[in-house]
């Protein structure tokens, strides 16, 4: 009998230790390159081998098992770290705002299932999840993964520095699957990313780094993330993209690795449900005096004149009282812009607290002061002065409909707190600024029902820091 039973736990930490090397990142969903409620993007990682790889999905109430379209294989061989390789392919015949299930098969055995969310069309409601400076991997960077997953939202979008220090290929490894593709919740992390697809925008600590021979695994974004490809691709050293620096295997390693998606996928955009989404690189490199982005964001922005809601998505906030970043301001330059595009939200981190502002206008005097820090004098933000108007009859419970845009700074997603002393101190804030949070790690949780929507700041206890109602 002892003999059958130690045989028995042979076989099954066999299987348990065979399932735990199938994957190196189990598989994830993205929106990928054209997003559509039909489709969704599935990937993962796995080591480099002549496994065949099969992925099928079913929406729910389905019987027969549909396979996805197209595979695509990645190779990273960036830096030390051993070769792998990135799958992903198409999931195409969704039906909007319902479950589905997916399975994915190694060499004919199934390795993985799960289930999971597709977008919404455009009469459906609809819960997002939105914190930005979250891939710090600490314990409370952990908890906020853990209270999004409680509150079972429909996407996750995160406001740019994905992970730190340096957005490079292991601190992925370290600090970002084991959080959000978790394979159990609690409050070291979630399953989150298998079940409901991730957006995001970049931001300093994932784009800055250009020197692919002090770091080559550098701007991992580009080969772990799969979004969409409708934002115009510039040019290496031109307004928008800057200058990478590295030998030319280095740079052959990365372009390989990135494929289509490098330098395109930081300018973007997508719908979900009856709102657009406009994610924008908001890094001090981008050069808004030159017009070419800044026509980019005002024709996507034009072009979805048609959606209920327009929201912006990008890492620096234009409007920002605390007194760290004060004065990364670059973002004020596209106010304009914003307004008249008549954008309801813009949602931003890099300020690790919580900020809401009234309802705005801004008209900037100038194209602003570049600051620069540093022996080789590397760009860090602009000072941008201007007029702003305020609608303080916007209180967002008996008067709901807000006249100008309203930015919300959502940064406290589990890197360390910024100025906890300021949040108290109202002499201390702009006259902008409406709420501050600066106290307890956050994140904000966007309940879209028509024409009506209501925002809620919860922290990371899953208590409830800040709630306004807008309608149209
Ligand atoms: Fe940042």
Do not use: C
């Amino acid at each position: 009998m002892k003999q059958y039973i130690l045989v028995l736990i042979l076989f099954f930490s066999f299987q348990a230790h065979n399932q735990q090397t199938d994957f190196l990142v189990k598989p994830y969903l993205q929106i990928g390159k054209t997003s559509s409620p039909h489709s969704m993007q599935v990937l993962w990682h796995a080591t480099v081998s002549n496994d065949v790889w099969l992925a099928e999905y079913k929406n729910n109430g389905e019987t027969d098992w549909k396979r996805s379209e197209g595979q695509y294989v990645s190779t990273i061989a960036v830096g030390t770290v051993a070769p792998f390789y990135v799958y992903r392919t198409s999931f195409t015949s969704l039906k909007p705002g319902t479950l589905f299930q997916y399975r994915v098969s190694k060499n004919g055995k199934i390795v993985f299932s799960a289930e999971a969310k597709t977008i919404r069309s455009s009469e459906q409601s609809y819960r997002i999840a939105i914190s930005g400076d979250m891939g710090a991997g600490t314990g409370t960077a952990k908890k906020v993964a853990y209270e999004i997953y409680k509150a079972k939202p429909d996407m996750v979008a995160i406001a740019g520095d994905l992970v730190y220090n340096r957005g490079l290929l292991s601190e992925y490894r370290a600090k970002f699957w084991p959080v959000y593709n978790k394979d159990d919740a609690d409050t070291l992390g979630a399953p989150l990313m298998r079940s409901i697809p991730f957006v995001a925008s970049v931001g300093n600590h994932d784009a800055l780094g250009r020197d692919l021979n002090a770091f080559p695994e550098a701007l991992a974004y580009y080969y772990f993330w799969d979004q969409p490809l409708n934002g115009l691709n510039g040019k290496e050293g031109g307004a928008f993209v800057p200058t990478l620096v590295g030998t030319d295997v280095n740079k052959k390693a990365f372009y390989d690795a990135a494929g289509e998606r490098y330098p395109r996928m930081t300018n973007f955009s997508f719908d979900q449900g009856n709102a657009h989404w406009t994610i924008i690189d908001s890094n001090p490199y981008v050069d808004w005096n030159d017009s070419t982005l800044r026509d980019w964001v005002a024709k996507d922005l034009a072009a979805a004149a048609n959606a209920t809601w327009r929201f912006v998505l990008f890492h620096h906030p234009g409007f920002n009282s605390s007194r760290t970043h004060y004065e990364h301001q670059q973002m004020r330059l596209i106010a304009p812009i914003l307004e008249k595009g008549k954008v309801d939200i813009v949602f931003a981190g890099h300020v690790h607290n919580y900020q809401r502002s009234y309802p705005m206008t801004f008209i900037p005097d100038n194209m602003g002061s570049q600051l620069v820090a540093g022996a080789n004098n590397i760009k860090t933000g602009k000072l941008v002065n201007g007029r702003w108007t305020l609608d303080k009859k916007f209180d967002g419970k008996q008067n709901t409909r807000p006249n100008g845009v309203i930015y919300i700074v959502t940064g406290a997603g589990g890197q360390g707190l910024y100025n906890p002393e300021q949040q108290n101190d109202t002499d201390s804030w702009q006259r902008f600024t409406i709420k501050f949070v600066s106290t307890v790690h956050s994140f904000t949780l966007m309940d879209v029902n028509g024409k009506e929507l209501t925002i809620k700041q919860v922290d990371f206890n899953g208590k409830e820091v800040d709630r306004v109602k807008i309608t149209k």
